[in-house]
């Protein structure tokens, strides 16, 4: 099972301040014990098809692959047009996904905009998945729909953050070879919920994985090093290697870019030494 790294912690850096370059988010990375990236959509280059190239040959070249793009659609727009444009958007990042050779492209249902009812929110995300679904096939990256809580850049939480509702989302999606999920057990315990009962319910639909871990901090979860906080990754990697699962796992670390190469050293050590102990190195 290979694990890659997402850049949490140095997002303001790459997509606002831009005091980060990809080139220096890679080489930062390459001191990781990880196999791959985890891209952001924001960061990435996708109208420079040299560029993206180029990226791809340093990351290998530096042992590493890009398996992951994270992108944020947000299909609960209240205008037909305004969804029609989100559809179009990700299929563009669906595109463009094979020039990093990225394998697994998130998506989300979108925010929990006020006023939008349950069902038919419902009905719009997955008429806008299921569109996307010829276009992943062709271009052979697969969706992941992730149990989110809200984008960085976003006003509203996930529309399907509750675990009902995302269950729902998921059922209203037939199931595809090119679908699946990203299962993020830390988004359950934002959402106050059991992260091992989500993922009972949905292991045998786990594609990808964000590892993360929170910890309460004057009254509030913060993310923070993974192992050090409230998941139970022994009881998660157990469920994960019963079910069968052999897919990419990616570190979703921190918040302190301070600290941040130090935090993902750390936490990438303690998923190695977990995921060997369940045999899932």
């Known amino acids: 099972m290979p694990l890659a790294a997402f850049p949490k912690c140095f997002l303001d850096a790459l997509c606002v301040t831009h005091?980060?370059?990809?080139?220096?988010?890679?080489?930062l990375s390459a001191g990781l014990d990880v196999d791959?990236?985890?891209?952001?959509?924001p960061f990435t280059p996708w109208q420079d098809p040299r560029e993206l190239e180029r990226i791809r040959r340093k990351a290998e070249a530096q042992g590493r692959s890009i398996p992951m793009m994270c992108y944020s659609p947000d299909f609960t727009q209240l205008e037909a047009a305004?969804?029609?444009?989100?559809?179009?958007a990700q299929k563009q990042v669906l595109r463009t996904c094979p020039l990093l050779g990225v394998r697994y492209c998130r998506v989300l249902s979108g925010q929990r905009r006020p006023g939008v009812p349950r069902d038919l929110g419902i009905q719009w995300v997955a008429e806008c998945i299921q569109e996307l679904l010829p276009e992943a096939e062709r271009h052979?990256?697969?969706?992941?729909?992730?149990?989110?809580?809200?984008?960085t850049f976003w006003v509203y939480p996930e529309f399907a953050q509750k675990r009902e509702v995302f269950l729902q989302l998921l059922e209203a999606v037939p199931e595809h070879p090119h679908f699946g999920v990203n299962y993020d057990p830390s988004?359950?315990?934002?959402?106050?919920?059991?992260?091992?009962e989500?993922?009972?319910?949905?292991?045998?639909?786990?594609?990808?994985?964000?590892?993360?871990?929170?910890y309460f901090q004057e009254g509030s979860l913060k993310h923070g090093v993974i192992g050090q906080g409230l998941n139970d990754y022994d009881r998660i990697f157990r469920i994960l290697k019963e079910a069968g699962f052999a897919g990419?796992?990616?570190?979703?670390?921190?918040?302190?870019?301070?600290?941040?190469?130090?935090?993902?050293?750390?936490?990438?050590?303690?998923?190695?030494?977990?995921?060997?102990?369940?045999?899932?190195?």
């Open 198 to 214: 989500l993922l009972e319910a949905v292991k045998h639909r786990v594609l990808t994985m964000h590892a993360s871990d929170r």
């Open 187 to 196: 988004n359950a315990l934002i959402a106050g919920e059991d992260p091992i």
């Open 19 to 27: 005091e980060m370059s990809v080139d220096e988010w890679l080489d």
């Open 140 to 151: 052979r990256v697969t969706l992941v729909l992730e149990n989110h809580y809200k984008d």
């Open 36 to 41: 791959g990236l985890e891209f952001y959509w």
């Open 248 to 281: 990419w796992i990616s570190i979703e670390d921190g918040t302190d870019p301070a600290t941040g190469a130090r935090d993902l050293a750390a936490s990438a050590e303690f998923l190695r030494r977990k995921m060997r102990a369940h045999g899932l190195a």
């Open 82 to 88: 305004d969804r029609r444009r989100e559809v179009e």
